[in-house]
């Protein structure tokens, strides 16, 4: 018979695709997982039964109120000792044509919402603790060789970066705030799968980063306790190319 976990993470976006990755390996590490979803409720819901220890929170990270709902459902579970913010809103815009609505709601989701939830985080913390509890942030490698691509979403992950370093500034010791930054992973947004296949690989490597790879830089994290304020690129040396766009729009398909 398993042992029953002691300790709650928190996935932002953990229904699908990376997040789905992420609660899946968490509960498999012995993590009782608080999977949280905006629309993908029937595939929060799914997850979670197929996991051995796990519960499901719906709340709309562009709401204010996400963060308190959020943490409410962690009422009755082991203690929440892990917050991994991989939610975001990912559409694409240029500043030649970016709409103020868009604008605003690429921050709300993608930088105000990992801030609120954050600090709500911190605030149910113990004042003592044998280990620090954990925030871990995806952000982008883009963040390292910028484009002008994706504007407002950029801007978003320019600020959750800062937000990665000012938190873990505030709130040490009892909390470490860092982040993982992958270049492109999935098919994303528009992309087609063949656009996908010929930029995945697209570095000085020649191979595309998986999401096995964020899962061991998460895991990683976990096992590191002197790792903290600091980011993890998975780009295979992207940066170094100096890449004039977003890669999706170097080939054409």
């Excluded at 320019?158 to 990665?164: C, N, R, S, V």
């Amino acid at each position: 018979m398993s042992m029953l976990p002691t300790q709650t993470a928190i996935i932002t976006g953990g229904a699908k695709r990376i997040g789905g990755a992420i609660s899946r390996a968490l509960a498999a590490d012995g993590w009782h997982v608080l999977i949280h979803c905006n629309s993908s409720r029937a595939e929060a819901e799914a997850l979670a039964a197929s996991l051995p220890h796990a519960s499901v929170v719906a709340a709309d990270l562009a709401d204010p109120a996400a963060a308190d709902v959020i943490m409410a459902a962690t009422a009755g579970l082991p203690p929440a000792r892990l917050l991994v913010n991989s939610a975001s809103r990912f559409v694409y815009d240029r500043i030649e044509d970016f709409g103020p609505a868009d604008f605003d709601i690429h921050m709300a989701v993608n930088l105000r919402a990992p801030a609120l939830l954050t600090r709500a985080f911190a605030a149910a913390l113990p004042d003592t603790l044998d280990t620090a509890a954990l925030v871990v942030n995806l952000l982008d490698a883009k963040l390292a060789s910028l484009n002008p691509d994706f504007f407002t979403y950029t801007l978003s992950k320019i600020g959750f970066a800062g937000l990665t370093e000012l938190t873990a500034r505030s709130y040490a010791p009892r909390l470490r705030c860092v982040g993982i930054a992958p270049a492109v992973t999935l098919v994303s947004g528009p992309q087609s799968r063949e656009n996908f296949e010929a930029v995945h690989g697209m570095n000085p490597l020649g191979r595309g980063v998986t999401v096995d790879e964020i899962v061991t830089a998460l895991r990683f994290i976990i096992a590191t306790p002197t790792f903290n304020a600091q980011t993890i690129v998975l780009d295979g040396g992207q940066r170094l190319l100096g890449l004039p766009r977003d890669v999706a729009h170097l080939v054409d398909l």
